[in-house]
């Protein structure tokens, strides 16, 4: 199954390469939260490999495609993270697929064309990419860390966001915002990152990532610290020595 995914993701990666500058039509979920007629294409053709291949596996993705299966496993698919990089020609956006087993992200794979990179990873068997096994950096002090994060498109709890954000502010050596929580994610298990928080995602933000970090010798949680749950929305993503010091940032401690 690992390698139908990796191959279902390069391929679903190059169509987003090829396609990438074509003329395309945006329409609006939310009032910033869009979607591409690019977006449509690549889940069409992602969930009818998955279909023709596992019939009785059930599908979960982003742009409202929901089928239930016969067995433990649930492919959940974000066929372009980071659309509105893609829209303003930030070439920082992936297409990311995942399988669960029993519920718990089991497989994931992020495409990430225009860098030509393909990270993957699968629960006991180490995390990727384009071959080359990942490991989370070293990182022990907040101060010497470089940390991604994200916005929610709901901002009615800005105010209170923006606590938590000052926090890490004040104890990390930098927060970057780069607009794909998937990506995000992957660039932590390569040590590139050596922490990530957000709130107000999906499943499909989070399930291939989270695979991929844990398959790094990261830690996953929600922003609590408590056992990391795809549906809440939540996470703190880490090398996992940091791991602590960044989740007392969840309740504004700025000890």
């Not at 372009?80 to 697929?97: A, E, K, Q, R, Y």
């Amino acid at each position: 199954m690992l390698d139908y995914v990796i191959r279902l993701g390069k391929r679903a990666g190059e169509y987003l390469k090829e396609h990438h500058h074509d003329e395309i039509i945006i329409e609006h979920k939310g009032r910033i939260d869009l979607v591409t007629s690019i977006d449509r294409q690549i889940q069409c053709m992602i969930v009818s490999e998955i279909e023709r291949a596992f019939p009785d596996h059930a599908i979960l993705a982003e742009e409202g495609f929901r089928k239930k299966g016969n067995s433990p496993f649930t492919w959940v698919i974000d066929p372009l993270d980071g659309t509105n990089n893609f829209i303003h020609g930030i070439p920082f956006f992936c297409v990311s697929i995942a399988v669960l087993n029993d519920r718990e992200p089991y497989i994931g794979v992020c495409s990430n064309p225009l860098r030509r990179e393909l990270f993957w990873a699968q629960k006991g068997r180490g995390s990727y990419r384009n071959g080359s096994r990942l490991h989370v950096s070293r990182t022990e002090r907040m101060i010497d860390s470089l940390i991604a994060t994200g916005f929610p498109y709901d901002d009615d709890d800005i105010d209170r966001l923006m606590e938590r954000f000052s926090c890490i502010l004040r104890k990390a050596r930098g927060i970057r915002r780069l607009g794909s929580a998937a990506l995000d994610m992957c660039y932590v298990a390569a040590g590139s990152f050596d922490a990530f928080w957000e709130e107000g995602l999906k499943p499909w933000d989070m399930a291939a990532g989270e695979v991929i970090i844990r398959e790094a010798g990261g830690m996953v949680t929600g922003l609590d610290g408590g056992p990391f749950d795809l549906y809440r929305g939540g996470i703190i993503a880490s090398n996992a020595k940091l791991h602590e010091e960044l989740r007392r940032c969840m309740d504004h401690d700025n000890d």
